[in-house]
C-alpha cells in the first residue's frame, strides 16, 4: 500500500536554529498538508498546499514557516528560527484529490525536540 | 474548534463490537463524517467517511442517525490493535482539506 514517507523520524535542534522537515508524498497526489501535534495535545493544522501555492495556513502558521515542493516529490516544511513551543510531532499528509474517499494519507511523522 | 462531541474514553473487551458514539448536533448539510483514528504517536489513520447513508468497509460500520445529529463508529470485532484515539471529524466539501481534530475518544481495547 503507498504511503506518505517522513524523514527524519526525529530531530533535535537548539533554539534559534532553521530546521526543515522533509516528507515525499504518494507519486499522484496533489493536495498536500502539515499538521502539528504537541506531546498530550490534539492535532493542529498548520497549512494546505496544491497547485505549487498554499491554500490555507492556520494562525500558528506564521512568517518562521514556510512549505515548498521543490522537484516535484519532497514537500518541505521550514522553521526558520526554532522556538521551545515549537517542540512537536510534525506529520505531513497528502490525498489524490481534495477529501478522496480514503481521506488523507498520513505518513509516520517527524519528532521535534528543540533544546 | 472541533464541531463534534466525543466521550474521552470507553474500554472494550477483545472480539466484542466496539461502538464509539459521536455528537454532531450543529452539523449542516453538505458537511460529511469522517473518522480517523491515532495508534500510540503514529500519524492519524483514515477509518471511514459518511454524509447521510450507514457505511461499511473492511475497517469498520458508521452508522449517522436519520437527523444526522449523531452518529457510532463499530468495529465489529474489536482486537488489541484497535487501542487507539478515535477522532470523529465533520468536514464541508467545500473546505481546502483542513481538518479540525477535537480531543477524540481513547478507545482501550482489553484481553
Known amino acids: 500500500e503507498p504511503e506518505v514517507t517522513q524523514t527524519p523520524s526525529h530531530q533535535v535542534t537548539q533554539m534559534g536554529q532553521e530546521v526543515i522537515l522533509r516528507c515525499v508524498p504518494i507519486?499522484?497526489?496533489?493536495?498536500f498538508y502539515w499538521y502539528r501535534q504537541i506531546l498530550g495535545q490534539k492535532v493542529e493544522f498548520l497549512v494546505s498546499f496544491y497547485n505549487n501555492e498554499i491554500s490555507e495556513k492556520s494562525e500558528i502558521f506564521d512568517d518562521q514557516f514556510s512549505v515548498e515542493r521543490p522537484d516535484g516529490s519532497n514537500f518541505t516544511l521550514k522553521i526558520r528560527s526554532t522556538k521551545l513551543e515549537d517542540s512537536a510531532m510534525y506529520f505531513c499528509a497528502s490525498s489524490e484529490v481534495l477529501m478522496a474517499g480514503n481521506g488523507y494519507t498520513f505518513g509516520s511523522g517527524t519528532r521535534l525536540t528543540v533544546v | 474548534d472541533a464541531k463534534t462531541t466525543q466521550p474521552p474514553s470507553m474500554d472494550c473487551a477483545e472480539g466484542r463490537a466496539a461502538n464509539l458514539p459521536c455528537n454532531h448536533s450543529?452539523?449542516?448539510?453538505?458537511?460529511?463524517v469522517y473518522w480517523y483514528r491515532q495508534i500510540h504517536s503514529q500519524g492519524p489513520q483514515y477509518i471511514i467517511h459518511g454524509l447521510k447513508n450507514n457505511e461499511t468497509n473492511e475497517m469498520a460500520s458508521l452508522i449517522i442517525t436519520e437527523d444526522r445529529k449523531s452518529s457510532t463508529l463499530i468495529l465489529p470485532h474489536a482486537t488489541l490493535r484497535d487501542t487507539a484515539v478515535y477522532y470523529c471529524i465533520v468536514y464541508q466539501s467545500s473546505n481546502t482539506g483542513k481538518l479540525i481534530f477535537g480531543q477524540g475518544t481513547t478507545l482501550q481495547v482489553k484481553p
Open positions: 450543529t452539523i449542516s448539510g453538505n458537511e460529511y
Open positions: 507519486s499522484n497526489h496533489l493536495y
